[in-house]
């Protein structure tokens, strides 16, 4: 029996977020480096594309192998720009893990403006107490915290939080 590209991907994913969910990145990345062929065989449209460049440069993150994170983070940022252009929500998702990388590195000045631009993006698109939401003005705050500006910080995790969790619409894919 013969398995389809589509479904190939989607066992290489759900085993690669297995073994990162135990910690075992060398796995993880070995899942993901196959979807992410797999991926790039359905072509450079496709929407799996995007998540398995995200996925490997989670593990490669994890790792700290920052410089192949950066690279395929920017490769999935510019794909969702060309795909859904910069006013989407999935651009600000690809936007906010790149920040995440900056913050992870301690480059504070790159990631604020990026953290900035996907929060105010997906305020726009998804709406501002969405759960997706908070979780980017979460990111922000630890950011503001890290750079010793806790009254900012402050401020924004009060918007966190009168979101709630009852507010909050349906998940948007983590940061």
Same mark, same amino acid.
């Given at each position: 029996?013969?398995?389809?590209?589509?479904?190939?991907?989607?066992?290489?994913?759900?085993?690669?977020?297995?073994?990162?969910?135990?910690?075992?990145?060398?796995?993880?990345?070995?899942?993901?480096?196959?979807?992410?062929?797999?991926?790039?065989?359905?072509?450079?449209?496709?929407?799996?594309?995007?998540?398995?460049?995200?996925?490997?440069?989670?593990?490669?993150?994890?790792?700290?192998?920052?410089?192949?994170?950066?690279?395929?983070?920017?490769?999935?940022?510019? @794909?969702? @720009?060309?795909?859904?252009?910069?006013?989407?929500?999935?651009?600000?998702?690809?936007?906010?893990?790149?920040?995440?990388?900056?913050?992870?590195?301690?480059?504070?000045?790159?990631?604020?403006?990026?953290?900035?631009?996907? @929060?105010?993006?997906?305020?726009?698109?998804?709406?501002?107490?969405?759960?997706?939401?908070?979780?980017?003005?979460?990111?922000?705050?630890?950011?503001?915290?890290?750079?010793?500006?806790?009254?900012?910080?402050?401020?924004?995790?009060?918007?966190?939080?009168? @979101?709630?969790?009852?507010?909050?619409?349906?998940?948007?894919?983590?940061?």
């Amino acid at each position: 029996m013969a398995v389809n590209k589509r479904e190939l991907w989607e066992m290489y994913t759900r085993s690669g977020k297995q073994f990162m969910r135990l910690r075992n990145w060398k796995e993880a990345d070995r899942m993901f480096a196959a979807a992410l062929q797999v991926a790039e065989e359905l072509g450079p449209e496709d929407p799996r594309l995007g998540v398995a460049l995200n996925n490997a440069a989670h593990v490669h993150q994890a790792r700290r192998r920052y410089a192949e994170a950066e690279a395929l983070y920017r490769r999935a940022l510019d @794909i969702a @720009i060309r795909v859904h252009g910069r006013d989407h929500a999935d651009t600000a998702v690809n936007l906010a893990n790149l920040a995440g990388l900056f913050q992870a590195r301690e480059l504070y000045d790159q990631a604020e403006p990026l953290y900035r631009e996907a @929060i105010q993006t997906f305020e726009r698109t998804m709406g501002d107490r969405h759960a997706g939401t908070a979780r980017l003005l979460g990111g922000y705050a630890a950011l503001l915290r890290r750079m010793s500006r806790d009254e900012e910080a402050a401020r924004v995790e009060e918007r966190v939080r009168a @979101i709630g969790p009852g507010d909050a619409g349906a998940a948007a894919a983590a940061p």
